[in-house]
């Protein structure tokens, strides 16, 4: 049925070639499911795996000195169980394992993770190049959905499980009696497998390596190619979270890609649904669209008042790390880590986070606390910058989208400018008309000279010499040597105060003046006055006091109405 408010029409692309999922695989869903209702109150235990899964898809892939420098900042942000690489599948790898073992540099407190297909030899080379050190978790994985099986492995289910049984053993017996090695299993495309297959694999491996609760074997449950909407995802992870024998035995853990670019939603759906622990890569990198993102997932945390329990306190030199050493740039848009997540263009964004940074200023200042205490509530921006490390230089810039909100805020904060509320709007129009005019956005100091060329000190009126005294109380006198262009004369004027003395004097010149307000601002004074009868302008100057400046924002009002 066609609806009035919606004239799409059919697409010519061949939707009707690919299949949705519950054609391809059986999702039990609960009808007591709890994940919908769950809230994610602590972190999981993160795991990257930027030094295996992220570097598979690198295409120039990281040696051991830049594995290396990648290794130390993972420990640094503190990481506590770090996938340190697939050992049999490159020497690179398998050096750069040897290299951790052979050099001490893994903490008493980091657990590496190593990772291995089911395959004798494979997982031979694999504890080869562990060995040494005190503690370890070997990964093992097979894929177990049915186009694999079919396609791919050419093995039915019962053939599946015996190479995973005769793997797990040989894993079992090159590891011994060693506590300090655990094991690892993921069913490679779980979200495409048989949920009684998944059970039956990971009961199996659960009962065949002793899981106990002092050596829990991991379970790691991968969306391997996106293929539905989070929530499927997240009732697959309830549904194992509450089937698996001998579950307080049991990590249950998620490595979501990002083919939908659902991934984040993906992690956050199946920790509520029961995950414990969760792989992923620093910024997302990985294979076709990557790995979940840990950064965004343990920011997401920690914008909802929860521990996440790393530190991305310095968020630019983890992104500069992480870009050295993959050799990709993070996206400007990537969430928080981006150049411009901080930063609005748009007027109204501005206002708003203008307004949002005074206000939090002014509780901290009522509450007594120091303004990195206190409780954060500011339009459009989810966390304060400077808690990842970020200066509030880039959170404002100015182009011909901006309004009066982001001009003010960078004059203010870069130059100790404060323009009055009411001269706002106007000089927001001169900056739209040279950002419109040069296609760019203004930077701080080209802010600050247009403002400069706007409002200057001299122009058509200035006066040669000056003097106000004040002759009875609530009674002044401002005398004046007033030149216009090349004319000369002197003039005074009287009135209540010296401003309006000197109005009377421009007035009693040719140039009818009256001062409507002056606001102060540093070194520097603004004059609303209305010229000539009509025009109403602002006039701005700085000055050794504040008369001075005053006296000068008045002449700058005048010579901005133009002389007549």
């Not at 506590?80 to 893994?106: C, M, N, Q, W």
């Not at 509530?377 to 959170?395: H, I, K, W």
């Not at 009875?472 to 009287?494: I, Q, S, Y």
Request: charged residues 25%; glycine residues 8%.
């Amino acid at each position: 049925m066609t609806l009035l408010w919606n004239p799409q029409r059919p697409s010519p692309m061949p939707y009707d070639r690919y299949r949705p999922f519950h054609e391809r695989v059986h999702v039990p869903a609960p009808a007591d499911r709890s994940w919908p209702s769950a809230r994610l109150e602590r972190a999981p235990l993160w795991v990257p795996v930027d030094l295996r899964d992220g570097n598979q898809a690198l295409a120039e892939p990281m040696d051991t000195p830049r594995k290396r420098r990648f290794f130390d900042l993972l420990v640094r942000t503190g990481f506590k169980e770090i996938e340190v690489g697939y050992p049999s599948a490159s020497r690179t790898d398998f050096d750069f394992v040897r290299h951790l073992v052979t050099s001490g540099t893994v903490p008493d407190d980091v657990t590496p993770v190593v990772f291995t297909p089911a395959r004798r030899d494979l997982i031979d080379r694999t504890f080869d190049a562990i060995e040494g050190l005190p503690r370890a978790v070997v990964h093992l994985y097979i894929a177990t959905s049915p186009v694999w099986r079919e396609v791919v492995l050419r093995r039915d289910r019962a053939e599946v499980w015996r190479t995973v049984r005769e793997a797990a053993e040989h894993m079992a017996r090159r590891a011994g009696d060693a506590p300090g090695v655990r094991f690892q299993f993921s069913p490679e495309t779980y979200n495409l497998t048989e949920p009684d297959f998944v059970l039956e694999l990971c009961d199996g491996l659960t009962g065949l390596w002793d899981a106990s609760l002092d050596r829990p074997v991991t379970h790691n449950l991968p969306a391997t190619v996106e293929i539905a909407t989070p929530n499927v995802y997240a009732d697959q992870i309830e549904y194992a979270h509450r089937h698996l024998a001998r579950r307080d035995a049991v990590i249950l853990s998620v490595h979501p890609h990002n083919d939908r670019g659902t991934g984040v939603a993906c992690a956050e759906l199946a920790v509520l649904a029961g995950a414990q622990r969760v792989e992923g890569c620093l910024f997302g990198n990985g294979e076709r669209t990557g790995n979940v993102d840990l950064v965004t997932l343990a920011l997401n945390l920690f914008a909802q008042g929860v521990d996440p329990m790393v530190d991305l306190g310095d968020l630019d030199t983890v992104r500069a790390t992480v870009e050295e050493c993959n050799r990709l740039p993070v996206h400007p848009r990537h969430p928080y880590a981006g150049d411009l997540v901080h930063t609005a263009f748009s007027g109204t964004h501005q206002d708003a986070i203008a307004k949002g940074f005074e206000e939090h200023a002014r509780r901290a200042r009522e509450s007594g606390v120091p303004e990195s205490r206190a409780p954060w509530s500011v339009p459009y921006l989810p966390v304060d910058p400077a808690d990842l490390g970020r200066t509030y230089e880039a959170v404002i810039r100015v182009n011909s989208q901006s309004g009066k909100g982001g001009s003010a805020y960078l004059l203010r904060t870069h130059h100790g400018i404060d323009l009055p509320e009411r001269m706002r709007p106007e000089f927001a129009r001169l900056v739209q008309e040279a950002t419109d005019a040069s296609g760019r956005e203004a930077t701080p100091k080209e802010l600050y000279d247009l403002f400069r060329a706007a409002y200057p000190a001299d122009g058509e009126v200035r006066l040669d010499a000056w003097s106000v005294h004040e002759e009875a109380p609530g009674r002044h006198r401002f005398v004046c040597t007033l030149r216009t262009g090349d004319r000369a004369g002197d003039h005074e004027g009287t009135g209540p105060g010296p401003l309006t003395a000197l109005a009377d004097a421009l007035t009693g010149a040719g140039h009818a003046t009256q001062v409507l307000e002056v606001t102060h601002s540093g070194a520097y004074a603004f004059a609303e006055c209305r010229v000539y009868g009509t025009t109403t302008v602002w006039g701005a100057a700085e000055g050794p006091s504040s008369l001075a400046a005053s006296v000068g924002a008045v002449l700058s009002a005048v010579n901005r109405a133009g002389v007549r």
